[in-house]
């Protein structure tokens, strides 16, 4: 892929975002880090350019029509690669799970999606290319206790991703979801908390017993391979694989 493409990345202030757009702009790859907390993303982006990388930052909600469209009008240069990112996990039984939170994360991890993608595909159609990278989740495929919005989300965002790549089979976009197990961010120490807990065990025995158990490979998932595997999925070699699932979790799901 050119180098001067630009990708624009939700929820890029920290963890799994941040990562790839730091790897993605090392590569030479110009960045938009987006995020609700625009201090965040500015740091996310001067942090790149010191590093003599291509970012700039905006602030972005991704389940406000009018945040998608000042954040669309206020970048430098037309978006070429999405990539949709931004998450947040709530743990709790669903007889607990307070229905405001369940709703937000739907809002955010689905409908958001879908808000966002809807509003740049009209310029990448304009264009004659694009491709967009949803950041899934194990949780796409399986299930977990306590996690029924985030589960239903990440679902869902698999089957929107296999519409999407039928209706932008006529021209050179494609749409894939990536699916990690645990990835080590802020995120997931956070969930280690609230796993502990929920459950009423140790937080080294939710890392063990429950996070890192069902991998064969036994170990977290790298935010290298998560922006390696995002940087083929945007390169030539790859304007074939649309709708596709790319399952990333040490052996989980063969077993």
């Not at 790897?23 to 590093?51: F, K, Y």
């Not at 979801?177 to 502990?196: E, N």
Request: proline share 4%; charged share 20%.
């Amino acid at each position: 892929m050119q180098k001067t493409h630009t990708l624009l990345i939700t929820g890029a202030a920290s963890g799994i975002g941040a990562g790839i757009a730091a790897q993605l702009a090392e590569a030479g790859r110009h960045v938009i880090v987006s995020d609700l907390n625009l201090e965040a993303a500015e740091a996310v982006a001067a942090q790149i350019r010191a590093e003599g990388g291509s970012a700039e930052a905006v602030a972005l909600d991704v389940t406000s029509q009018d945040s998608i469209d000042a954040a669309l009008a206020a970048i430098s240069r037309p978006i070429d690669v999405l990539v949709n990112n931004a998450g947040l996990q709530h743990v709790s039984p669903l007889e607990e799970f307070p229905i405001e939170k369940w709703d937000f994360l739907v809002q955010v991890m689905l409908v958001g999606v879908a808000r966002l993608t809807r509003a740049v595909l009209p310029g990448m159609r304009e264009r004659g290319f694009g491709r967009i990278v949803n950041i899934g989740s194990i949780h796409a495929l399986v299930a977990s206790p306590y996690k029924s919005a985030y589960v239903a989300a990440k679902h869902g965002l698999v089957g929107f991703s296999k519409v999407l790549a039928l209706e932008t089979a006529d021209t050179d976009i494609t749409i894939n979801t990536v699916c990690p197990s645990y990835v080590k961010t802020p995120l997931v120490d956070k969930q280690i908390a609230d796993q502990a807990r929920t459950r009423g065990i140790s937080e080294a025995d939710v890392v063990s017993q429950v996070m890192l158990k069902p991998m064969p490979k036994g170990v977290f998932i790298g935010l290298d391979e998560l922006a390696g595997i995002t940087a083929f999925l945007t390169s030539p070699a790859a304007r074939n694989i649309t709708g596709q699932t790319i399952v990333v979790d040490g052996g989980w799901t063969v077993q």
